[in-house]
T-cell receptor, first 114, second 118 residues
Framework: DADVTQTPRNRITKTGKRIMLECSQT?????MYWYRQDPGLGLRLIYYSFDVKDINKGEISDGYSVSRQAQAKFSLSLESAIPNQTALYFCATSDSRDRADTQYFGPGTRLTVL | AQKITQTQPGMFVQEKEAVTLDCTYD???????LFWYKQPSSGEMIFLIYQGSYDQQNATEGRYSLNFQKARKSANLVISASQLGDSAMYFC???????????????FGQGTTLQVKP
């Protein structure tokens, strides 16, 4: 089984709808992240959480919210989806005990907002 | 501000040959980490290799090695004995490390598409 899972893997929705993307991990990592990737670009950070009680905005948090329900679960919500939120969304995890604090990514969720 | 630059949008390499993917970076952090990720056409992001700014030796992981030149602020990825399965997009990324303004953010370059020819 994959260490970092994301659901759904693909989603098509309409402008104005509320959408939740879910991420869960079995790696035992304390840190979790949400990124988005637009075509031809690298990833940009939306939100990150260093532990269950810690939530921080990334560089592009407007229009998004997150919830860290447990150490293993981190969900991303689009309160009112708009077409320019069409992108590939990645969840990632890392371990603060790792010297490198390497981030390991889930398989991604491809979101299309019509 | 931190920045990663990958100047090669696309590269070709013959199977079994070695290839170097370029990455230069800019940061004012005294301590930082450099990462390479592979993104095949299926879309997932796969961690390949890590280099810490204070590591004395260049990192190696199997067929991957990192040519780290701190003074030149470059962290090039070398793939030896290329295989068809190496065809993918490759991203260089950087972050500040513990105790040096670690905000959790990985800064990514725009990526290099590598195609391995049989």
């Amino acid at each position: 089984d994959a260490d970092v899972t994301q659901t759904p893997r693909n989603r098509i929705t309409k402008t104005g709808k509320r959408i939740m993307l879910e991420c869960s991990q079995t790696k035992g990592h304390d840190r979790m992240y949400w990124y988005r990737q637009d075509p031809g670009l690298g990833l940009r950070l939306i939100y990150y959480s260093f532990d269950v009680k810690d939530i921080n905005k990334g560089e592009i948090s407007d229009g998004y919210s997150v919830s860290r329900q447990a150490q293993a679960k981190f969900s991303l919500s689009l309160e009112s989806a708009i077409p320019n939120q069409t992108a590939l969304y990645f969840c990632a995890t890392s371990d603060s005990r790792d010297r490198a604090d390497t981030q390991y990514f889930g398989p991604g969720t491809r979101l299309t907002v019509l | 501000a931190q920045k990663i630059t990958q100047t090669q949008p696309g590269m070709f390499v013959q199977e079994k040959e070695a290839v170097t993917l370029d990455c230069t970076y800019d940061t004012s952090d005294p301590s930082y980490g450099l990462f390479w990720y592979k993104q095949p056409s299926s879309g997932e992001m796969i961690f390949l290799i890590y280099q810490g700014s204070y590591d004395q030796q260049n990192a190696t992981e199997g067929r991957y090695s990192l040519n780290f030149q701190k003074a030149r602020k470059s962290a090039n990825l070398v793939i030896s004995a290329s295989q068809l399965g190496d065809s993918a997009m490759y991203f260089c990324a950087m972050r500040g490390l513990h105790g040096s303004g670690n905000t959790g953010k990985l800064i990514f370059g725009q990526g290099t598409t590598l195609q391995v020819k049989p």
